[in-house]
């Protein structure tokens, strides 16, 4: 099976979950990227089941709303029982780096909202330690330079994604060359400087339920 067969199948695993696991008339959380998108064509079929979806981008909003599912605004919702979303990098506790497609503040507020962050990835993407993907980090255009330069501080060398601007207005640097021995103590430190919106480690508010896809079928790994 190739990668995009993978994803698909643990897409259709996540709706599977959901469709057990979510009560009647809730609100879904749902994530951005490729497998993020194989989930919500999934979800179409789910679609009377939910009183509504928030989305983590306003990519996701459109393709939600395409298959005629009422887009939330966070600010109308106090509870959203589970939310699905890729990842990039995932270690053995569960903690992720998330933020390849450049919504990571967006998805880490509604993982923060949720009361089930459930991540859905191919086997490639489970890693010993964090760190091989560059580090995501969303920051305040005028603070670009300045971050950069703390950044390289803490070890890392922080890299402009060009031409990417967020959904909230903002820019990316990518961070190489990390080996994050402990993501918790990390996410921390890089959002105390100033004109970070936050970075993409989630290891605070690690992932719940991990479902990983590869050739033998669909693996689901819980935490705690
Ligand atoms: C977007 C993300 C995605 O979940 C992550 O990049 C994984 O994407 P894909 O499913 O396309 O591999 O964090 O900001």
Redesign the pocket.
């Known amino acids: 099976m190739n990668q995009d067969q993978l994803?698909a199948l643990v897409a259709r695993a996540a709706a599977e979950y959901v469709e057990e696991h979510a009560p009647c008339d809730s609100v879904i959380g749902v994530?951005?990227?490729?497998?993020?998108?194989l989930f919500i064509d999934e979800l179409g079929r789910l679609k009377d089941r939910f009183s509504g979806a928030v989305a983590?981008?306003e990519a996701s909003r459109v393709r939600l709303e395409k298959l005629g599912f009422r887009v939330l605004d966070l600010n109308e919702v106090s509870e959203i029982p589970i939310y699905v979303?890729?990842?990039?990098e995932i270690d053995p506790a569960l903690h992720v780096i998330?933020?390849?497609?450049?919504?990571?503040t967006r998805?880490k507020i509604v993982a923060a909202v949720a009361a089930k962050f459930v991540c859905i990835?191919d086997a490639s993407?489970r890693v010993e330690v964090l760190g091989r993907f560059p580090l995501?980090v969303e920051v305040i255009p005028m603070a670009r330079e300045y971050v950069a330069r703390q950044l390289r501080k803490l070890g890392g060398e922080p890299c402009w994604r060009e031409g990417v601007v967020t959904d909230n207005g903002n820019v990316i640097l990518d961070v190489h060359g990390l080996r994050i021995a402990d993501p918790v103590a990390l996410e921390s430190a890089i959002n105390q400087i100033v004109g970070v919106v936050t970075n993409?480690l989630f290891a605070a508010r690690a992932v719940d339920v991990l479902l990983v896809s590869n050739a033998d079928g669909v693996q689901r790994m819980q935490r705690g």
């Open positions: 994803k994530g951005t990227g490729s497998t993020a998108n983590s981008s979303d890729g990842a990039d998330k933020g390849g497609g450049a919504a990571l998805e990835a993407k995501p993409g």
